[in-house]
C-alpha cells in the first residue's frame, strides 16, 4: 500500500509543529508527514505563549 502525503516536514521542533497545526486548520484534507527523529516532537524546550507575543491580526 502506497501513502501520498501532500507535504512532509522534517523535524518536529516548535516551527514545524505550529506549521503543521496551522495547515490543518486552514487545509483539513491537506495530507501531512510530521517526521522526528527523537521520542516525541517538540525538542527538549519550555515554551510560553502570553496574549501578547502576536498582535490580533497575526
Avoid: Y
Amino acid at each position: 500500500m502506497t501513502t501520498e502525503w501532500d507535504l512532509i516536514l522534517a523535524g518536529g521542533g516548535l516551527a514545524n509543529g505550529l506549521l503543521a497545526l496551522r495547515l490543518r486548520a486552514l487545509q483539513p484534507a491537506l495530507k501531512v508527514l510530521l517526521l522526528e527523529a527523537d521520542e516525541a516532537p517538540g525538542g527538549n524546550h519550555t515554551w510560553s505563549f502570553h496574549g501578547d507575543d502576536i498582535t490580533p491580526a497575526q
